[in-house]
């Protein structure tokens, strides 16, 4: 069990690595076009994953309580929403794209503060990964090791683009090739943190897990309300990154069914 663990929590890592080392093999900054598609296409991947592979096994696994098994569901979402609010608030962190810093006033420097806003993003798709393996080791039927794979694979998808966007910019600004990888990397290391800390917390309070399934949701979900639809909307219009939100939906939706 232990390796199919680790694998699981290293293919999103791995996702982002990769991202991050195409500065090595693209000499230009990428296209708005792409990055919009690829932002729109990261978003989809994430709603899909909140809804098969975190809301609905949250609701599953409380059907013990009847019409109110919606309830735990309900309440894990809403502390993921607000996490992630508290988190926005205290971390000092700048969008790509902005020129505004978010959060406290700080000295830090514009390349921390983008590496901090997509390790923030990062942190609750690493908690969703290590929840949704947390169900698996615990043996809950509703959850399989195929679809916790499935989530993995999911999220790491998405993560390409990610590590990418990250890297590609910064060395178009004039930073070196090396040290734009290793703030793409740095990005994702948050990831796997986060999904071993959750898997600790699953193992210690078991009857928490479907409120701890629907927090990662909930925190998905206002990273892609807050952070990744706008960024995928900015300038002029343009419904790429709306297509490539359905397809990274409908991916998403169909590994998770067909897979998990």
Do not use: C
Not at 235 to 240: A, F, I, L, Y
Request: aromatic share 8%; proline share 5%; charged share 10%.
């Amino acid at each position: 069990m232990l390796i199919e663990v680790v694998k699981g929590l290293a293919i999103p890592f791995l996702g982002t690595t990769l991202g991050a080392a195409s500065v090595f093999l693209m000499k230009k900054q990428l296209d708005e076009r792409i990055q919009r598609i690829l932002t729109g296409f990261a978003a989809g991947v994430m709603v899909a994953a909140s809804i098969w592979s975190l809301i609905i096994p949250s609701i599953d696994q409380s059907e013990n309580l009847g019409r109110l098994s919606f309830a735990p569901a309900v309440v894990g979402f809403w502390i993921g929403i607000l996490f992630l609010l508290l988190l926005d608030h205290v971390v000092p962190h700048m969008h790509m794209n902005s020129t505004e810093t978010e959060g406290p006033k700080t000295n830090l420097q514009k390349n921390t503060m983008l590496v901090l806003a997509v390790s923030m993003h990062n942190l609750p798709e690493g908690m969703a990964v290590g929840v949704v393996f947390a169900g698996w080791l615990e043996g809950n039927k509703s959850i399989t090791l195929a679809g916790a794979m499935v989530m993995a694979l999911g999220i790491a998808i998405q993560n390409f683009p990610e590590g990418a966007i990250i890297s590609m910019p910064l060395h178009s600004e004039g930073m070196g090739r090396l040290k734009a990888f290793w703030y793409g990397f740095l990005s994702g290391v948050v990831e796997p943190v986060g999904a071993i800390l959750t898997i600790i917390a699953s193992s210690l309070v078991i009857p928490v897990l479907p409120y701890l399934l629907s927090f990662a949701a909930g925190a998905m979900i206002y990273v892609v309300v807050e952070e990744l639809i706008p960024e995928m909307s900015t300038g002029k219009h343009s419904n790429m990154g709306t297509i490539a939100f359905a397809a990274g939906f409908t991916l998403m939706m169909a590994l998770d069914v067909a897979l998990g």
